[in-house]
């Protein structure tokens, strides 16, 4: 299975009533990992771009848990463009993935749910950098 294919989306349950919606996330329940940091970006402009960069270790699960944003994932072969646009619906993204999250509304929150304690040695910034990192003799690594 590609790095790509292994990109999915996940449909949290709600559970609501005339008060409103409820969503539940729980790690190695919901989401496929122990939950080990949570961050959020928010009041980004429409034309910027977050992410650019690929992690070693670190999984993720993003959750647009406000407004709409896409997540574009690329594992040096294919890319692939996800939209989050409601509230109970997040993309896992495993590790060596690399990933550009843009087109964000006005009220946007984008969580972000991580496998791992920050590292910035772990991060690939450069794309070139990631795609001699994923490519060994012509073949991706999986």
């Known amino acids: 299975m590609s790095m790509i294919e292994k990109c999915r989306l996940i449909e949290f349950p709600q559970h609501g009533d005339e008060r409103g919606q409820l969503v539940i996330v729980e790690g190695n329940k919901d989401i496929p990992f122990d939950i080990k940091r949570v961050f959020y970006i928010y009041g980004s402009d429409k034309d910027v771009v977050r992410g650019r960069h690929a992690n070693y270790n670190s999984e993720f699960v993003l959750i647009n848990v406000s407004g709409t944003s896409k997540v574009k994932v690329d594992d040096g072969t294919s890319q692939?463009?996800?939209?989050l646009?409601?509230?109970?619906?997040?993309?896992y993204?495993?590790?060596l993935v690399w990933k550009d999250m843009y087109d964000f509304s006005p009220d946007s929150v984008l969580l972000c749910l991580s496998s791992e304690h920050y590292d910035d040695k772990e991060y690939i910034r450069s794309y070139e950098e990631y795609l001699r990192v994923?490519?060994?003799d012509g073949t991706q690594k999986d």
């Open 80 to 83: 692939r463009v996800f939209e």
């Open 134 to 136: 994923v490519k060994v």
């Open 85 to 91: 646009d409601r509230p109970h619906i997040g993309i």
């Open 93 to 95: 993204l495993p590790k």
